[in-house]
């Protein structure tokens, strides 16, 4: 099986394959030569400098490895082109399975616009908006005048909080319009556009599935509602202020959804939930595994990946929705390579040493060794922290136990962000919806000026000046 990816999905990747016996071929950038996932692969082979463009986005580059290497799957991980419909249908034109659901799916559900409208037919609430894509302004305007202001304005192809413009009133729509088209263009190769009403107040829970083709599961949801920039930043499995019926009404409407399509593979249906009313509203389906899926292999004792493989395999799902239940709580934090005092500024150098958290209920995935150099050409992603415990109060304890053990020298992460969040009297009685983060981090230099809280935190990855002074010169801080 070829890893179309890097970092360290890509070493999830290898590892489950490794497990169920199948071989593993890594392509690689330039950049990537020292990774650990191209120690941990089988066979690694690099397709190209860089650049992203030119090599993990560089469909023709990765199928030629794997007509070389005659690999029989190739699994797309996450980001890149894990949801690009040419990739998929050039994988099974090729005779190779792709790990994920087909391209016409994929156009289908991946296209935000489009599944909206299916989401629609399946009896699924949707967030009121455009049906489909809207072609003008003028029907933008439309769309708008009809649901009301503010609205946002959503790439159709766009993933991970990005191509996402808000406009409050007539003027700003008409402003901001032709500039989203040109931007969805360029970020996703798609200038495709649609309207809908902006939900303010609302919970960001979203909901994993497991499907092969005929028959669909829901894993329970986990609560994404601590973002930053529309980015989530702390995922928790369950959501605490779910309940038990709510709960179910929305996990059948995602597995229907996911049914109606044929869906196979892992997939996530995405909602805005109102916690005041118990109303919820589709936003979306990714169709592909998240970043966040180690939080409901935690709750579920379900190996996503794995299972993913073996259902592209032609598998049926091993188990039904009556055999799959919640257990414990599960919270997961990205340590990212930024530094969270200066904007979240990418923060790329060597890791000098590292201190991995263990313990009874830590899970730690990553990307990293000592010595390893973080590339500033990729996503800042270092790692997953991920820890589960019997309920929520004590998964938040451990989570800033374990916080404390991780270490990783020579660069600024976002480890005392998490720490700080972790110790939050809002964060831990579970008061926070999608804007609230935005509001703390507002205050968060200030919180690092009055207190000596997160000391240990910020020594722990910080380089001094004079380090900083010696990296190369795209690391410099602005």
């Given amino acids: 099986m070829l890893v179309a990816n890097r970092g360290e999905i890509a070493v999830r990747i290898i590892r489950a394959a490794r497990e169920l016996g199948i071989e593993s071929v890594q392509v690689y950038s330039e950049a990537d030569v020292d990774s650990l ?4 692969a089988d066979k690694a082979v690099c397709i190209g400098p860089p650049k992203a463009a030119k090599s993990y986005l560089n469909i023709d580059a990765i199928m030629t490895v794997a007509k070389k290497e005659k690999v029989d799957a190739i699994h797309p991980g996450y980001g890149f082109l894990s949801e690009n419909a040419e990739f998929a249908d050039a994988v099974v034109k090729a005779g190779m399975i792709f790990v994920g659901p087909s391209g016409l799916i994929m156009r289908k559900m991946g296209d935000k616009a489009t599944a909206k409208q299916t989401a629609k037919q399946a009896g699924v609430p949707t967030v009121p908006g455009s049906d489909g894509r809207v072609e003008s302004l003028d029907v933008a305007t439309a769309v708008a005048a009809e649901i009301g202001y503010p609205v946002m304005i959503k790439a159709s192809a766009g993933g991970g909080g990005r191509g996402i413009r808000i406009a409050k ?4 729509l008409a ?5 989203a088209q040109a931007e969805a263009a360029a970020a996703f190769g798609d200038g495709g556009l649609y309207v809908e009403k902006l939900i303010t107040g609302s919970r960001h829970i979203e909901f994993q599935l497991l499907a092969d083709g005929k028959r669909a599961v829901h894993l329970f949801e986990r609560e994404c509602s601590l973002q930053r920039r529309r980015q989530k930043v702390w995922e928790e499995a369950p959501s605490a202020v779910l309940s038990p019926s709510v709960r179910a009404e929305m ?3 995602a597995a229907a959804l996911a049914e109606s399509v044929g869906y196979c593979g892992a997939g996530t249906v995405e909602y805005l939930y109102n916690e005041k009313n118990g109303e919820f ?13 180690p939080a409901t292999e935690w709750i579920t004792g379900v190996d996503l990946v794995r299972e993913m493989i073996l259902v592209a395999d032609g598998n049926p799902l091993p188990f039904t929705q009556d055999e799959l239940a919640i ?20 923060f790329p150098g060597k890791v000098e040493n590292l201190s991995i958290p263990q313990g009874p209920g830590v899970r730690f995935d990553s990307l990293l060794y000592p010595g390893y150099a973080i590339s500033p050409f990729y996503d800042s992603l270092l790692g997953k922290l991920i820890v589960w415990d019997t309920d929520r109060d004590k998964a938040i304890a451990r989570l800033d136990r374990a916080l404390t053990e991780l270490s990783i020298g020579g660069v ?3 480890k005392p962000l998490f720490v700080a969040l972790s110790r939050d009297p809002d964060v831990q009685a579970g008061r926070f919806d999608t804007k609230w983060l935005e509001g703390w981090l507002s205050n968060y230099g200030e919180m690092l000026d009055d207190s000596d809280i997160l000391d ?4 722990d990855d910080a380089t001094t000046d004079d380090e900083q002074d010696a990296l190369p010169a795209h690391t410099m801080r602005a």
């Fill in 37 to 40: 996932a191209v120690k941990l």
């Fill in 169 to 172: 009133s007539l003027d700003e």
């Fill in 175 to 179: 402003e901001q319009f032709h500039p």
């Fill in 251 to 253: 996990g059948k409407a």
């Fill in 281 to 293: 509203y589709f936003i979306e389906m990714n169709t592909r595994i998240q970043v966040e899926h």
């Fill in 327 to 346: 257990k414990g709580h599960a919270i997961e934090v990205r340590i990212n390579a930024e530094d969270p005092t200066k904007d979240f500024m990418p």
């Fill in 412 to 414: 600024k992460t976002t």
């Fill in 456 to 459: 240990d935190a910020v020594t």
